[in-house]
């Protein structure tokens, strides 16, 4: 199975569960690898044949600026689910980073992997 991946996708948003957080936007940086069998655009050359991936990141940046979430697990359960049904991709892994959230940590958040990998056709619906 082919994949396409969007990689450092910085967003700020509303997230989290302390007072402070739900008045102060904070920065996510948002990693997806879609599954997608690329061939027929490969051929084709034709956007329609392909996963959009421009129209992927304006979707998730909308999606994840609007949000309001105190959970980074909330953000990417509801995040996989829109990118599932809106853009037919049969799998998807979602990591969301919430930099900073824990003083020593680099880095601290979630990875999530929904639906199935399988021979699949994918574009934009």
């Known amino acids: 199975m082919d994949i396409i991946f969007l ?6 948003t509303i997230i989290g569960i302390y007072d402070w957080e739900r008045e102060t936007r ?3 940086i948002i990693d997806l690898e879609m599954a ?6 490969a051929q084709t050359e034709a956007i329609e044949d392909a996963l959009d991936y421009k129209a992927v990141s304006k979707r998730v ?3 994840v600026e609007s949000s309001r979430f105190f959970l980074v697990e909330t953000m990417a359960e509801r995040l996989a689910q829109l990118i599932l049904d809106e853009f037919d991709v049969p799998w ?9 959230a824990v003083r020593g940590a680099s880095d601290v ?3 999530i992997e929904r639906g199935r990998k399988s021979r699949h056709d994918c574009h934009d619906r």
């Open 92 to 100: 998807l892994r979602v990591t969301i980073n919430k930099k900073g």
């Open 36 to 41: 997608c069998d690329i061939t027929r655009a």
């Open 61 to 63: 940046i909308e999606f």
């Open 7 to 12: 990689r450092g996708l910085q967003i700020e």
């Open 109 to 111: 958040g979630v990875i």
């Open 26 to 28: 904070q920065t996510v």
